[in-house]
């Protein structure tokens, strides 16, 4: 009996060995991007190489990132956004938004509303409450990632919660979610 028996998990030797090589190609990485590091014109410690398909992404994740000061620039990127959001499920109306039977366009600028605003919000407002996020000089592309990655997520909570507010009675949105019950066998 195995140590793998006990955790109903198949003994895959490749998997394993792959996960060992991995495991030592990150240890390489790490070391030798403390061992090269120069200093570029801001004062910042980069890799001056990397070793690695690991190494090669967590350089490219630490390269500055153009951060816009420009309060129109960032505006026509949040109102860009919720035009884009709007016009794609006016004139595609996906997940059963054309089967409602109220004013669709009404009904769907909620959405594109919604995403203006929570885009606005985190370009306008997040940068005075924390402005040595948004410094220019340590704006990476990491935290560039981690803004796009946050501000997905809250577009989608709102958005879940107006969908299934507003659109509680009429869009099929629980067809998408509950599993057939014939495969299940869970009522």
Same mark, same amino acid.
């Given at each position: 009996m195995d140590i793998f028996s006990k955790f109903r998990v198949a003994y895959r030797p490749d998997i394993i060995l792959w996960g060992y090589?991995? $495991?030592?190609?990150?240890?390489?990485?790490?070391?030798?991007?403390?061992?090269?590091? #120069?200093?570029?014109?801001?004062?910042?410690?980069?890799?001056?190489?990397?070793?690695?398909?690991?190494?090669?992404?967590?350089?490219?994740?630490?390269?500055?990132?153009?951060?816009?000061?420009?309060?129109?620039?960032?505006?026509?990127i949040s109102f860009s956004f919720g035009i884009f959001v709007f016009l794609f499920l006016r004139i595609f109306l996906p997940f059963g938004l054309g089967s409602i039977p109220v004013n669709k366009t009404l009904f769907i600028s909620v959405y594109g509303v919604?995403?203006?605003?929570?885009?606005?919000?985190?370009?306008?407002?997040?940068?005075?409450?924390?402005?040595? #996020?948004?410094?220019?000089?340590?704006?990476?592309?990491?935290?560039?990632?981690? $803004?796009?990655?946050?501000?997905? $997520?809250?577009?989608?909570?709102i958005n879940r919660i107006y969908t299934r507010t507003a659109g509680a009675d009429f869009l099929p949105?629980?067809?998408? #979610?509950?599993p057939p019950t014939h495969i299940t066998g869970i009522n």
């Open positions: 090589f991995l $495991l030592i190609d990150m240890k390489n990485t790490r070391a030798s991007l403390q061992v090269n590091m #120069i200093t570029d014109q801001n004062k910042r410690q980069i890799p001056r190489r990397s070793t690695g398909l690991i190494g090669l992404f967590a350089s490219w994740l630490n390269q500055p990132f153009m951060f816009t000061s420009s309060a129109l620039a960032r505006f026509l919604s995403t203006t605003f929570i885009i606005s919000t985190w370009l306008f407002i997040l940068p005075l409450f924390s402005p040595g #996020i948004f410094n220019k000089e340590q704006y990476t592309i990491r935290k560039y990632l981690i $803004l796009c990655f946050g501000n997905t $997520l809250l577009i989608d909570i949105y629980k067809k998408l #979610i509950k």
